[in-house]
Nanobody, 117 residues
């Protein structure tokens, strides 16, 4: 099983980034997908999650209205569009796959997002 995040980088406040997470080795469409982030010396927190079919989403209050999660099951990929970025969004962003049924639970290696002028 592999989850590979990409799209992180350095961006100025107010800017945008689009993260991608590609999965392999499991039936992607049977897994709820989510994005987490962890800033230095802070606990990992849920940013956004999306149902297996992509028809239900949930966001942390701190990113509502600025971030959008989506998925393409044909491409085994989940996305996180991040707009109006703030310095507080600086963190390592992780992709997670959670099985709709059963014990499957997988994490990606993370991608760094830095928001700074």
């Amino acid at each position: 099983v592999h989850l590979v995040e990409s799209g992180g980088g350095l961006v100025q406040p107010g800017g945008s980034l689009r993260l991608s997470c590609s999965g392999s080795g499991f039936t992607f469409s049977n897994y709820r997908m989510s994005w987490y982030r962890q800033a230095p010396e802070k606990e990992r927190e849920l940013v956004a999650e999306i149902s297996t079919a992509g028809d239900s989403t949930n966001y942390a209050d701190s990113v509502k209205g600025r971030f959008t999660i989506s998925r393409d099951n044909a491409k085994n990929t989940v996305y996180l569009q991040m707009d109006s970025l703030k310095p507080d969004d600086t963190a390592v962003y992780y992709c997670r796959a959670t099985a709709r049924m059963g014990p499957g639970n997988y994490w990606g290696q993370g991608t760094q997002v830095t928001v700074s002028s």
